[in-house]
């Protein structure tokens, strides 16, 4: 089990700052101020990714984790809205 959850969490934090890239591009092509609200929100799941490994690498319990990573769920989301749907 602890294998699979490296490697999904691995997979996930990589494809999070794949994410962030692209959108960092895409707002270097466009200028538009909005590719930086979703790069930030796909940066925010990129640092979870981050604390997430950590903590399955130091063998810190994902329970003391789970307030702090549904703030920065929470946030992204807030990212995502504010970026792409409010207008």
């Known amino acids: 089990m602890a294998l699979l959850e490296n490697a999904v969490t691995g997979?996930?934090?990589?494809?999070?700052?794949?994410?962030?890239v692209v959108a960092l591009l895409a707002y270097r092509r466009s200028r538009n101020p909005k590719m930086l609200g979703i790069a930030a929100a796909f940066g925010l799941f990129f640092v979870k990714g981050v604390a997430i490994t950590y903590a399955l690498f130091t063998a810190t319990s994902l329970d003391t984790l789970w307030v702090p990573m549904a703030l920065f769920d929470t946030f992204a989301l807030l990212g995502f809205y504010l970026s792409a749907l409010k207008s």
């Open 11 to 20: 997979w996930l934090t990589v494809f999070a700052l794949l994410l962030t």
